[in-house]
């Protein structure tokens, strides 16, 4: 099956400063990547749909200026949360449709863990 | 648009007896539905996929959902609960047509299973 990779699994910064995770599809071209993020025990709340080459479409109530997406390629996309603060610290997962036509899932990375102090 | 509710956020089961995790949803457009289980502190698994084949849909680990268009329910089934099985269960919906829609998940149930 398709992989999704996540980088880093688990990061712990101070308060004000950025961090910047990774979610690259090994094994297949992903014209659409998503972002997630879920709280300990709530549900994947979707944050924002990144396209290839295009800017990210943002979910009602995410800031776009704090929740930096790029997708520079087929296989990467990149979210940078800036000054973070400690209620940014959740689980944010992506996932990533495959180009291939009739293709109707997303493969979900398997997350990234942020801690805020 | 489209929505999804889970009815129970946490089910409790004996070990070897039946697991039934309710998913109903809401969709302008034919829908698409998945059930995805996560386990503590780990990425989400796809059990299994409804994409307008056939109504009653096999998933793994003896998983299987049966969509009902007339109740629009797809609730998730297994014949006899492992203790494995012990994890969160995601009901999702999509449209499915394009490379962008969006997948929508329901809120989760827990599911306990009692040795």
């Known amino acids: 099956g398709a992989v999704v990779s996540q980088h880093p699994s688990r990061v712990i910064c101070k308060s004000g400063t950025s961090v910047k995770i990774e979610c690259r599809s090994l094994?297949?071209?992903?014209?659409?990547m998503f972002w997630y993020r879920q709280f300990p025990k709530q549900s994947l709340m979707l944050m924002a749909t990144s396209n290839e080459g295009s800017k990210a479409t943002y979910e009602q109530g995410v800031e776009k200026d704090k929740f930096l997406i790029n997708h520079a390629s087929l296989t990467l996309s990149t979210l940078t949360v800036t000054s973070a603060h400690p209620e940014d610290s959740s689980f944010y997962i992506c996932?990533?449709?495959?180009?291939?036509?009739?293709?109707?899932?997303?493969?979900f990375g398997p997350g990234t863990r942020l801690t805020v102090l | 648009a489209q929505s999804v509710t889970q009815l129970g956020s946490h089910v409790s089961v004996s070990e070897g007896a039946l697991v039934l995790l309710r998913c109903n949803y809401s969709s302008s457009v034919p829908p698409y539905l998945f059930w995805y289980v996560q386990y503590p502190n780990q990425g989400l698994q796809l059990l299994l996929k409804?994409?307008?084949?056939?109504?009653l849909v096999k998933g793994i680990n003896g998983f299987e959902a049966e969509f009902k268009k007339s109740e629009t329910s797809f609730h998730l089934t297994k014949p006899s609960a492992h203790m494995s099985d012990a994890a969160e269960y995601f009901c999702?919906?999509?449209?499915?047509?394009?490379?962008?829609?969006?997948?929508?998940f329901g809120p989760g149930t827990s599911l306990s299973v009692i040795p």
């Open positions: 409804y994409t307008s084949a056939a109504t």
């Open positions: 999702a919906v999509s449209g499915g047509r394009t490379s962008y829609d969006k997948v929508i």
């Open positions: 094994d297949f071209q992903a014209t659409t």
């Open positions: 996932s990533a449709r495959d180009r291939a036509g009739g293709r109707y899932e997303q493969f």
